[in-house]
């Protein structure tokens, strides 16, 4: 069964930048789309950012222009770089696959955008 374990999160002014790391145990990874979500206080969890194993990648309009996502297969590795933060991308940071298996869900990391 594959852990992830997010970090990089923190709190930061606005228009500031955060660069998000998720490590992947499982030997699949490589193969898997995987995915960055989003969990703002009192709302669901949104995919923000996807990434397919050869590299496309896919944004939110919410997000487009100012996150990017990127992997290192043989790291086992997901990043997100957040450029241009705004106050409402304060939330609870996850990385799962795309669509996301409900055993693979970690702690997440929490990104704070202060004004």
């Known amino acids: 069964q594959a852990q992830l374990v997010e970090s990089g999160g923190g709190l930061v002014q606005a228009g500031g930048s955060l660069r998000l790391s998720c490590a992947a145990s499982?030997?699949?990874?490589?193969?898997?789309?995987m995915g960055w979500y989003h969990q703002a206080p009192g709302k669901q969890r949104v995919l923000v950012a996807s990434?397919?194993?050869?590299?496309?990648?896919n944004y939110a309009d919410s997000v487009k222009g100012r996150f990017t996502i990127s992997r290192d297969n043989a790291k086992n590795t997901v990043y997100l770089q957040m450029n241009s933060l705004k106050l409402e991308d304060t939330a609870f940071y996850y990385c799962?696959?795309?669509?996301?298996?409900?055993?693979?869900w970690g702690q997440g990391t929490q990104v704070t955008v202060s004004s």
């Open positions: 990434i397919l194993s050869r590299g496309i990648t």
């Open positions: 799962n696959s795309v669509p996301p298996l409900n055993n693979y």
């Open positions: 499982g030997s699949i990874f490589s193969l898997m789309t």
